[in-house]
């Protein structure tokens, strides 16, 4: 009689609940003891390799990892690219990672990312046919481009955003690459290398190696910040400095969105993801509060000064500046 041993459970706990086919058989269950579980109403088999321990809390994150599972048990050695083992990456030798929009959403890029359908990438030639799964293929995909996110193989922000240029629009390509940025996610040195490294005969991917290169527009941490710019262009505002680092007296007192240092004159562009919490709107009042005491002007605008009243940022920041002392 097949019963789910301890091994078995061992193994579910540590990957939401997931067992993979091979995995079950290291375990001590036949193929055969698998359908009966199934039967009984004890596994749940949620891909073609993978079963589901019923009455595992539902995880939005398990969908992915057992299209991970399975297309990594359906592989047949000799592919063209094998992730090797290393220190990021918990789930060595998987020949399937999470991909484009699904490694978007692992990553935190709530613009384009999304957890349904899944997306994996697959080696070329890798044949499987995975249920409600989209899978890519590619003929390279290097250590460097595979990380650990929840416990998931998928793709490295610098690859996500390679493989995403070719889904998306310049002006939402350029937001990706800004938010990958703001929110640490990706260095841009480093985004800059890999894509010029994976930019042949990939579409969209040369825009990420202009929107990083050296002497390329300031380094925005925002879409709302390369908007802003924009606006200020038009208005005819002197460029400012961006995300410059003011120190007075040999102390840091923050870092500035928008700094025009002869009039010692800061622009704050304030967008949800840095200023809605508590904490974070404390330390914005603190920060703006030594500025002041060491004679900066601080003008701070919202997503909706921007976005709606980009007239009134202009007039605004040309009047401080033509009152600068």
């Not at 991917?205 to 802003?228: K, M, P, Q």
Request: charged share 25%; hydrophobic share 45%.
């Amino acid at each position: 009689m097949a019963i789910l041993n301890q091994q078995f459970r061992v193994i579910a706990a540590g990957q939401r609940g997931l067992v993979s086919v091979k995995q079950a058989q290291a375990s001590g269950l036949t193929e055969m003891d698998l359908r009966r579980l199934v039967r009984r109403g004890w596994l749940q088999q949620v891909q073609p390799r993978v079963y589901r321990l019923v009455g595992t809390p539902d995880d939005p994150f398990a969908p992915v990892l057992a299209a991970v599972l399975s297309a990594s048990e359906g592989h047949e050695q000799g592919s063209a690219w094998r992730p090797e083992r290393t220190a990021r990456v918990r789930l060595p030798g998987l020949p399937a990672v999470a991909s484009h929009h699904t490694a978007a959403a692992l990553h935190g890029l709530h613009r384009v990312g999304r957890l349904e359908p899944v997306e994996i990438c697959v080696p070329q030639g890798h044949r499987d046919e995975l249920w409600k799964v989209i899978v890519h293929r590619t003929r390279r995909l290097e250590e460097c481009d595979v990380v650990d996110v929840e416990g998931i193989a998928c793709t490295s922000p610098a690859r996500t955003l390679i493989d995403m240029a070719a889904k998306v629009d310049r002006p939402m390509l350029t937001a990706l690459v800004d938010d990958s940025l703001g929110l640490g996610l990706v260095g841009r040195a480093w985004l800059k290398r890999r894509a010029e490294a994976l930019r042949n005969g990939r579409s969209g991917v040369g825009l990420i190696v202009n929107l990083t290169a050296d002497g390329a527009e300031g380094n925005f941490r925002s879409w709302l910040e390369r908007r802003a710019a924009f606006i200020l262009e038009t208005g005819q505002i002197p460029r400012p400095i961006w995300n410059h680092p003011v120190h007075e007296a040999g102390r840091l007192l923050g870092i500035a969105d928008a700094c025009w240092q002869t009039a010692r004159l800061i622009a704050e562009f304030d967008g949800l993801r840095f200023h809605s919490t508590p904490q974070q709107r404390r330390d914005d009042a603190t920060r703006e509060r030594n500025l002041v005491l060491a004679g900066w002007r601080v003008l701070r605008f919202t997503w909706q000064d921007v976005e709606q009243k980009p007239q009134t940022v202009v007039e605004a920041l040309r009047t401080a500046l033509a009152t600068a002392i």
